[in-house]
């Protein structure tokens, strides 16, 4: 069954449509890309999902639920976190108050201490760092908190929007890794990256999105083998 279904999605921002027709399809425990240029719509498709913006047309189903007209803090209700573009962070606020702040919703708040110690494990730099303004960390650190906080809420549906922008290289792996150990663990993925080459490392399949629309949507090895995608995306001749 599908965990996560978008059908023929329409958005607009004030006046101008962002979204055309954008189709997606998720099962549980995938591990799903959204790619494509500036400006395609991926971050608008995201926070459709979560009902940050109204649906012109078309649904957002979860779990087989109708949500399209459900508010935000019910459909993250239901199971579903964003790690937002530019991570949003309290930055005044310590790295254990921001994770907390995941944790609001009844059943999570039951678990956090239990939450916390998974989240310090999957991120053991948090755990020294716990006391300490969320704004005095490194990049990647504060990515670190902030997928730790959407860890929080303990979600079946992470959706992540350019997790790696502002992340030192050699933190990059670090961070992939915990991605990887949080699948593992049963949660499925959808993640929004630029990079195509890195982002096709990790997924298993993904859409590309154009102009507010889905054009293609393929297997990683379906998307590789693809002469306009790797012409497009992966710079292959
Ligand atoms: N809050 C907003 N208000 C007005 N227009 C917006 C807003 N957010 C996005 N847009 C516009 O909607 C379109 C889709 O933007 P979106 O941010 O979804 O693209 P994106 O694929 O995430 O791009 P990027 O790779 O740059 O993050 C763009 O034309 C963008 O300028
Ligand atoms: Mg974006």
């Known amino acids: 069954m599908s965990l996560l279904k978008v059908e023929a999605l329409q958005v ?53 639920e109708d949500v399209t007209r459900m508010a935000t803090p019910d459909r993250l209700a239901r199971g579903v976190a964003l790690v ?14 921001n994770l907390e702040m995941g944790a609001y919703l ?16 999957l991120f053991p730099i948090l755990k ?10 490194s990049g990647g650190q504060q990515q670190m908190v902030a997928i730790g906080r959407a860890i929080m809420s303990r979600p079946r549906l992470l959706l992540l929007d350019e997790p790696f922008i502002g992340v030192a290289p050699i933190i ?8 990887g150990e949080i699948a593992a663990q ?18 298993e399949r993904a859409y590309v999105i154009e102009n507010g ?10 998307l590789i083998g693809n002469a306009a ?4 995306f992966l710079g292959l001749d």
Not at 173 to 179: K, N, P, Q, S, T
Not at 213 to 222: A, I, P
């Open 128 to 137: 020294e760092k716990a006391g300490q303004a969320a704004g005095a960390l």
């Open 213 to 222: 629309r889905t054009v293609l949507e393929g297997s990683r090895d379906d």
């Open 12 to 64: 607009a921002h004030g006046p101008l449509q962002a979204l055309w027709n954008v189709d997606i399809d998720i099962r549980a425990g995938e591990k799903v890309g959204l790619l494509g240029a500036n400006g395609a719509g991926k971050s608008t498709t995201l926070g459709a999902v979560v009902g940050y913006y109204p649906a012109l047309a078309g649904a957002v189903h979860i779990a087989g």
């Open 106 to 121: 009844r059943e999570p708040r039951r678990k956090l201490a239990e939450t916390l110690e998974q989240v310090f494990t």
């Open 172 to 179: 990059v792996g670090d961070v992939m890794r915990a991605l």
């Open 186 to 203: 049963g949660v499925t993925i959808v993640l929004v990256e630029q990079n195509t080459h890195r982002a096709l490392d990790f997924v």
């Open 84 to 97: 937002p573009e530019g991570r949003r962070l309290f930055t005044e606020m310590t790295v254990r108050e």
């Open 229 to 232: 995608f790797g012409s497009k």
